[in-house]
């Protein structure tokens, strides 16, 4: 079955940087559309960032010009390059891949931790 495994988290200071990665294991397509999605204590889950097969890309206001999202098809790969990170950045990352134009569903992974401090 297809499994989608994050990593790149970390702790960091506020206006520092990190790189997430999202590996899809156990897949022979390429998949449509994918995107991050975090969620903070408290705070409902949003979609951080999405990015097509074409390579159309949408992101949150809130990170708007300071995350770039990528991926690369050949190896069904994700990317979020997270630049001048802010302490509310602070929440668990998961990756989703939308698979509907081949299996009829989309996958998470499990999550990845963002701690960015004072």
């Known amino acids: 079955q297809v499994q989608l495994v994050e990593s790149g988290g970390g702790l960091v200071q506020a206006g520092g940087s990190l790189r997430l990665s999202c590996a899809a294991s156990?897949?022979?397509?390429?998949?449509?559309?994918m995107g991050w999605y975090r969620q903070a204590p408290g705070k409902q889950r949003e979609l951080v960032a999405r990015?097509?097969?074409?390579?159309?890309?949408n992101y949150a206001d809130s990170v708007k010009g300071r995350f770039t999202i990528s991926r690369d098809n050949a190896n069904n790969t994700l990317y979020l390059q997270m630049n001048s990170l802010k302490p509310e950045d602070t929440a668990v990352y998961v990756c989703?891949?939308?698979?509907?134009?081949?299996?009829?569903?989309?996958?998470w992974g499990q999550g990845t931790q963002v701690t960015v401090s004072s």
């Open positions: 989703n891949a939308d698979a509907y134009s081949y299996t009829g569903t989309v996958y």
């Open positions: 156990g897949s022979t397509f390429s998949f449509n559309a």
């Open positions: 990015i097509s097969n074409a390579g159309r890309t």
